[in-house]
Structure formats: C-alpha cells, structure tokens
C-alpha cells in the first residue's frame, strides 16, 4: 500500500510539474532593436521603504512598496476623487 502511494505522488508532483518543464523559446519577448529604451516606469523619487514612478506612455504613477521582510507591492496611486493619479512635470517627490 506504501508502494502504491509513493507511486501515486510521483504521478501527481509530475504531473503538476509538467506545465513547467514545457517552457519554451517561443514565449520568450524579442526586441527588434536592442539598443532602443525598453524602460516603461520612470523613477521619480523615494520616501522611506517607498518609490514613485510613472509610465512614460500614459503618465500614470505607480508606487513601490519594498520591504524584503515583508513583501514587495506595485500599485496605481489615485486622486482622492478615485480617479488615476497622472504624472506632472512641476511634480516633486
């Protein structure tokens, strides 16, 4: 019975494991010019255990929320009327 249970989890570990080991390359992104700035945030200043950024594109901030003991966070800041928060050039962090 022990047999049949050890051969039963290594079924399932595989088998849960199985998506894993099918990576491949194809998923991979490709830069056509290598050179070319890929960065999308912009950093913009740090408070404590927190980052400011914005997206180049859509202007957008974002706060990161760091502490290694903790965790890690990203998320959206929002005007107080719950609309996104957008980046302004006069801005100082």
Known sequence: MKRIKKILGLILVSILLLPLASCSSQHNAKVDN?????????????????SYYYDKDTKVMYVLYADYSVGVGLTPLYNPDGTLKLYEESENK
């Open 34 to 50: 290598p050179s070319e700035d890929t960065k999308i945030l912009v950093f913009v200043g740090k408070q404590d255990k927190m």
